[in-house]
């Protein structure tokens, strides 16, 4: 069972950053794709971000394209969202997800983390 863990959310003024960290408990993270989604209180999850197991392909929802940055270290079990220039429709809480295939469809991750809150203030 693998565990993940997210932090680094918190309490910003538009056009503020934040880096989220995602650790992971398993010793082959680097087997596994990873994405970062996003859910608004009443409002579906959606995909945010997602990265290969080298971390060289990488994909992103249009709407944070040239903001948010995916990035992973795989010798520290980490994926990271680098996130800049926030607009308050960023507001939602921050899930990283691992699954086995390059994708930006929740249904084909198999484990998630609990999340951490992310707030633009306008």
């Known amino acids: 069972q693998v565990q993940l863990v997210e932090s680094g959310g918190g309490l910003v003024q538009a056009g503020g950053s934040l880096r989220l960290s995602c650790v992971s408990s398993e010793r082959t993270f680097s087997s596994y794709y990873m994405g970062w989604f996003r859910q608004a209180p009443g409002k579906e999850r959606e995909f945010v971000a997602t990265?290969?197991?080298?971390?060289?392909?990488?994909s992103y929802k249009e709407s944070v394209q040239g903001r948010f940055t995916i990035s992973r270290d795989n010798a520290k079990d980490t994926v990271y969202l680098q996130m800049n220039n926030l607009k308050p429709e960023d507001t939602a809480i921050y899930l990283c997800?691992?699954?086995?295939?390059?994708?930006?469809?929740?249904?084909?991750?198999?484990?998630w983390g609990q999340g951490t809150q992310v707030t633009v203030s306008s």
């Open positions: 990265i290969n197991r080298g971390g060289v392909m990488k």
């Open positions: 997800a691992a699954g086995r295939s390059f994708s930006t469809q929740a249904q084909d991750y198999d484990y």
